[in-house]
């Protein structure tokens, strides 16, 4: 284990698992519906690239990348697009694939904005869930694990642009980000 990390929260053997019966949902569902899979980047990488693999009917896959503006492991749900999507939505069935669903601001608002495109359906597919958290209330469509509020790294999810290779998800420790030592 990273000697950042604080404790494995989702080890690599329950992602897989996990991100397997997705897929397969996923799959029943789309069955000839040809949806788009929309990754937000950067930290949802990890998880669109193990769930399309799971993923067993036609698809096509664009990426988007937001920034929030918010402190360093907050968000503020003030979305900004740095990437767009090159894909026109319109009569498309889209499925977000996010990492992570906080506060819930960030995918309100990215919803809120696909959604004057005219997509024939939107719907959200995160791998974690921070139910606890919730300020908005947004409908999250598939999730893979429910996590308590701690802040979490891996598997994508960055701390300062590291950790995002780790395959687990952990909890950073505090001192990481509560100003402990530099690295
Ligand atoms: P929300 O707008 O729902 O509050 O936050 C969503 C975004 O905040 C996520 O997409 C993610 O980028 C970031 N975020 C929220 N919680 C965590 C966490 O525990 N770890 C990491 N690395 N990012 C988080
Ligand atoms: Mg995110
Ligand atoms: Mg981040």
Redesign the pocket.
Known sequence: MHEDIEKILVSQEEIKKRVKELGEEISRDYKDKFPLFVC?LR?AFVFLADLVREVHVPISVDFMAIS?YGGK???S?QVKILKDLDTPIEDRHVLIV??????????DAVTRLLKTRKPKSIKICTL?D?VD?RIINIKVDYYGFRIPN????GYG???EEKYRNLPYIGILKEKVYKGGSNN
Not at 98 to 107: A, F, H, K, P, S
Not at 150 to 153: E, H, I, N, Q, R
């Open positions: 937000i930290g929030s492991t907050e968000s749900g996010e990492d992570i669903v906080d506060t819930g601001l960030t995918m974690l921070k958290r701690s802040f979490v790294v999810l960055d701390y």
